[in-house]
């Protein structure tokens, strides 16, 4: 008989004791669930790209809203379909009190108070150019942004965001955006920084989703090179130090070592977006019986949080909340 000091799989040899030595688990409590708002009223369009994902009208994505909450999931980032002749260079429509996305939130808080509310701070789905920042003679201008942004932050923590989520990667956008909160007495108001967000692939039926492609050009003077990790560093210890609440890292699968990277080089919560493609590439491959997509879908879900995320925002996180009944 061969004699072994060690037999790892002793702990392996049951559910109940796999389920004691397991090392990472997941729960509702992890996730944010991303929904997108269309106007009008009794809409709902299915996203081509995205099966089982949906563009709602305020009175359909209330209850959508109350069913999420009866499976548990509580936190929601809502991302508004804006009508493409509301457009401008300023993306002044951000601003309008009676306009489609200041409504929405209000209302949602108003009738679910108990939600945490997440909300997107960046300029392309209100922008004529489709960027994420003010264009001039083709060129993203980084201060100029910022202004634009800090109003925009505003006006959504006045109308009930929670959490505001700026995804544009401008320099100094933290520091400008808490400021501002601050100075307009929302001081509770919490900032979940998109701290490493990649110039990634994995966007497109987001993008699809909300109609918010770029005019001309691309995102890579702003948004990340896929390439580099130790930049991420750089971004989290500004974000830090200019006032956020979380750090994100997005996308989130195929940067699993990026998330680990700020987990252990930060105190703040880091949160990960398992974003649209790695969503639409799991819903395809199922599809087509080529994978199990709900197994698969929970080994990446864990993946993310193994690598170190505390918050997962996933279009997974409803039939997760589903599966889990």
Same mark, same amino acid.
């Given at each position: 008989?061969?004699?072994?000091?060690?037999?790892?799989?002793?702990?392996?040899?049951?559910?109940?004791?796999?389920? &004691?030595?397991?090392?990472?688990?997941?729960?509702?409590?992890?996730?944010?669930?991303?929904?997108?708002?269309?106007?009008?009223?009794?809409?709902?369009?299915?996203?081509?790209?995205?099966?089982?994902?949906?563009?709602?009208?305020?009175?359909? &994505?209330?209850?959508?809203?109350?069913?999420?909450?009866?499976?548990?999931?509580?936190?929601?980032?809502?991302?508004?379909?804006? #009508? $493409?002749?509301?457009?401008?260079?300023? #993306?002044?429509?951000?601003?309008?009190?009676?306009?489609?996305?200041?409504? #929405? &939130?209000?209302?949602?808080?108003?009738?679910?108070?108990?939600?945490?509310?997440?909300?997107?701070?960046?300029?392309?789905?209100?922008?004529?150019?489709?960027?994420?920042?003010?264009?001039?003679?083709?060129?993203?201008?980084?201060?100029?942004?910022?202004?634009?942004?800090?109003?925009?932050?505003?006006?959504?923590?006045?109308?009930?965001?929670?959490?505001?989520?700026?995804?544009?990667?401008?320099?100094?956008?933290?520091?400008?955006?808490?400021?501002?909160?601050?100075?307009? @007495?929302?001081?509770?108001?919490?900032?979940?920084?998109?701290?490493?967000?990649?110039?990634?692939?994995?966007? @497109?039926?987001?993008?699809?989703?909300?109609?918010?492609?770029?005019?001309?050009?691309?995102?890579?003077?702003?948004?990340?090179?896929?390439?580099?990790?130790?930049?991420?560093?750089? $971004? #989290? $210890?500004?974000?830090?130090?200019? @006032?956020?609440?979380?750090?994100?890292?997005?996308?989130?699968?195929?940067?699993?070592?990026?998330?680990?990277?700020?987990?252990?080089?930060?105190?703040?919560?880091?949160?990960?977006?398992?974003?649209?493609?790695?969503?639409?590439?799991?819903?395809?491959?199922?599809?087509?019986?080529?994978?199990?997509?709900?197994?698969?879908?929970?080994?990446?879900?864990?993946?993310?949080?193994?690598?170190?995320?505390?918050?997962?925002?996933?279009?997974?996180?409803?039939?997760?909340?589903?599966?889990?009944?």
């Amino acid at each position: 008989m061969i004699q072994l000091t060690q037999r790892p799989r002793r702990n392996r040899k049951s559910a109940t004791i796999r389920n &004691l030595v397991q090392e990472n688990s997941l729960s509702v409590n992890d996730f944010i669930y991303p929904l997108f708002l269309i106007d009008g009223k009794n809409k709902k369009s299915e996203v081509q790209s995205m099966p089982g994902i949906y563009r709602y009208s305020l009175d359909l &994505l209330l209850k959508e809203i109350e069913i999420c909450m009866n499976l548990g999931i509580q936190a929601f980032d809502v991302f508004p379909n804006i #009508a $493409e002749k509301l457009k401008d260079k300023t #993306a002044s429509e951000s601003l309008n009190k009676r306009g489609l996305y200041l409504t #929405a &939130l209000r209302e949602i808080k108003k009738r679910f108070p108990e939600a945490a509310i997440m909300t997107d701070v960046a300029m392309d789905p209100y922008s004529s150019d489709g960027h994420d920042g003010y264009v001039k003679n083709g060129e993203i201008l980084n201060d100029k942004t910022l202004d634009i942004l800090a109003k925009m932050a505003v006006a959504q923590a006045d109308a009930g965001a929670d959490i505001i989520g700026p995804s544009d990667m401008m320099d100094g956008r933290v520091g400008y955006i808490r400021e501002q909160l601050d100075v307009n @007495g929302f001081t509770n108001v919490s900032i979940m920084s998109y701290t490493a967000k990649y110039a990634s692939a994995f966007y @497109g039926p987001f993008r699809d989703a909300l109609n918010s492609a770029p005019k001309m050009g691309d995102k890579k003077t702003y948004q990340m090179n896929p390439a580099n990790s130790l930049e991420a560093l750089t $971004e #989290a $210890e500004l974000d830090t130090i200019e @006032g956020a609440d979380f750090l994100m890292v997005k996308p989130a699968l195929s940067y699993l070592d990026v998330i680990k990277l700020l987990k252990d080089n930060s105190t703040l919560p880091i949160a990960a977006y398992n974003v649209s493609g790695e969503y639409a590439m799991v819903k395809a491959a199922a599809a087509k019986g080529w994978i199990d997509g709900d197994r698969v879908r929970d080994e990446i879900l864990l993946s993310i949080k193994r690598a170190g995320a505390s918050v997962i925002l996933s279009y997974f996180a409803k039939e997760f909340a589903i599966s889990r009944k």
